[in-house]
């Protein structure tokens, strides 16, 4: 039987494989098979359709990476509900902001952000049911315990017939007017992923360590690759690179995706007594990675070393830089400042913004993407939507760059977002918080280069007239209301911000002296 929507890899593998052991938390080596999570996954479909969840109702998610994601996640495959993963890193506004639109009427949520549902549960228009995952002593009036929502419930699966275009996964992106999009991802672009993924290489004998944030494409995209090819996952909680050594020793791990920055912390630790030879494949991506963290990581790992490059608007997977390209100081040395090649199935063009022309090889311009894994839309965004999908199955990345033969390489950002430590910050959301503070008369906000998280958000102000700076004060303001990792980390004044004919600030023109000795501009 094919693997074509998320609810047929727990289905196809828990009737293949059910005693193969399907996710394994870190923090205390509790596994549960693909059987035993299928009739958990069918407990918590059966508790969705008794709360009048169906095929196409939002489910709202918002915890660390666990096994309950998965559960909550599959149940709400087999009753062809969509689950929406929260960024459980934002402020409480800004999670409110993403369960208010996305019109979910079930909020599973960690008592580890108890502070925080405190701090939105009046704001919540659509939540009727709150079901509370840890602390079962701290449910509190309506609320119910996520064990004694599904406890009472069968097993079975309620059978639910789902297609490759219905939604499955919302996903939500920082947007360019201060506000998240849902970017709706259907079961076609998972099985999309899967096909393109093919380099990944996993199968049932592959062990995957799943430790990228789940509310990102990077973390339940990589994570779905491998169970829909039988493989074993062994859950963080969150990344912490203080136990991934010990983890590869321990479950002899094969398969891992990582961020950069968190691969310059592994740099930093010691491995002479550390076996890494289960290691096969290491795929690193999100945001640019220096040559020295790069060969330093493939000296350390001693395996296959693989960049990839998308979008959560395109699955996660546009191009792979395979191992067989990483050559430092050999004949392929350049390509290492490439995202890649095209994986299968993905069509590439750089487009000129003005005239819309496709341009030659070599000529920078727009990244255009043509794949089976790209979205179908903005949930309830459709002038968005047009926007990006332009149309005959291509996505405007606002990446700009240029190709040499087959190899992509990412020169710029059309527009303003910020990629810090594989987050995805757009500068129009610290605009809007800082411009409320009452010594801010006008501000820009661009990414700078940061050796650690590859770039960072910093704030160029004009200061209100009878006001001096307070750095701290106004990094504070933001923190009130923003995520921290969204936050500026450092604060100037400026005389004038500068402004094209329209009005818009020419982020260019600013970020231009920060990135003056940098051979590229992200």
């Known amino acids: 039987m094919s693997i074509d929507t998320i609810a047929d890899i727990i289905r196809v593998h828990a009737a293949a494989q059910p005693d193969q052991p399907m996710v394994t938390t870190s923090a205390d080596g509790a596994s549960k098979s693909y059987a035993e999570v299928y009739a ?7 508790a969705l359709q008794a709360k009048g ?16 994601y ?4 599959f149940g709400g495959s087999l009753i062809n509900a969509v ?15 993403i369960i208010n639109d996305s019109d979910a009427t079930v909020l599973v949520i960690h008592t580890d952000f108890n502070e925080q549902l405190e701090a939105m549960r009046a704001d919540l228009t659509n939540v009727t049911t709150v079901v509370i995952l840890g602390d079962e002593s701290m449910v509190q009036g309506d609320d119910v315990a996520y ?6 419930q069968p ?7 789902s297609s490759g275009d219905d939604v499955s996964l ?8 201060g506000r998240p999009k849902g970017a709706q991802l259907t079961n076609k672009n998972f099985s999309g992923l899967v096909k393109a993924a093919d380099s990944w290489d996993m199968d049932s004998t592959s062990v995957s360590l799943v430790a990228m944030p789940l509310f990102h494409i990077g973390g339940s995209g990589w994570a779905l690759y491998g169970m829909a090819n ?9 990344v912490d690179p203080m136990v991934v050594f010990e983890l590869i020793q321990q479950y002899s791990i094969s398969h891992m995706f990582l961020v950069p920055a968190a691969l310059q912390f592994l740099l930093l630790l010691p491995t002479d007594e550390v076996d890494l030879s289960s290691m096969k494949l290491v795929v690193y991506g999100a945001s640019p990675i220096t040559e020295e963290v790069l060969v330093g990581s493939m000296q350390q790992f001693g395996c296959g070393f693989m960049q990839v490059y998308g979008l959560t608007e395109t699955t996660g997977l546009v191009t792979h830089l395979p191992p067989e390209d990483h050559d430092p100081g050999g004949a392929k040395a350049d390509l290492l400042r490439s995202a890649g090649k095209p994986v299968t199935g993905v069509a590439l063009k750089i487009v000129d913004e003005d005239s819309g022309d496709s341009l030659a090889e070599g000529e920078v311009g727009e990244v255009w993407i043509q794949s089976p894994a790209n979205m179908v839309g903005y949930w309830k965004l459709p002038e968005a939507t047009a926007e990006a999908l332009p149309g005959d199955g291509w996505f405007r990345s606002g990446d700009a760059g240029y190709m040499r033969g087959e190899y992509l390489f990412i020169h710029d950002r059309v527009r303003d977002m910020i990629v810090s430590g594989g987050e995805n910050v757009y500068p129009a959301e610290i605009e809007n918080v800082m411009m409320s503070h009452p010594s801010v008369a006008d501000v820009g906000v661009i990414g700078v280069p940061s050796e650690k998280w590859g770039e960072t958000a910093k704030a160029l102000i004009v200061l209100a007239e009878g006001h001096e700076l307070d750095e701290a004060a106004l990094i504070a303001h933001c923190r009130e209301q923003l995520a921290g990792f969204k936050c500026p980390s450092s604060v100037e004044t400026i005389e004038a911000l500068p402004r094209n004919p329209s009005g818009k600030i020419l982020k260019r023109e600013l970020r231009a002296p920060y990135w003056a000795d940098s051979d590229r501009n992200v």
């Not at 998965?70 to 996640?73: K, Q």
């Open 230 to 238: 039988g493989a074993s996952s062994i859950v963080m909680r969150e």
């Open 83 to 97: 689950n929406v993963a929260i960024n459980w890193r934002l402020a409480a506004p800004e999670m409110a902001y």
């Open 53 to 68: 969840v169906g095929a196409g109702d939002r489910i709202a998610f918002l915890d660390k990476n666990s096994v309950e």
């Open 170 to 177: 919302q996903l939500y992106t920082s947007g360019t007017t």
């Open 147 to 152: 064990e004694a929502f599904i406890g009472d």
């Open 40 to 46: 958990r996954a069918g407990q918590v479909a059966n």
């Open 70 to 73: 998965f559960e909550v996640l």
């Open 155 to 161: 097993t079975d699966d309620p059978g639910v017939v």
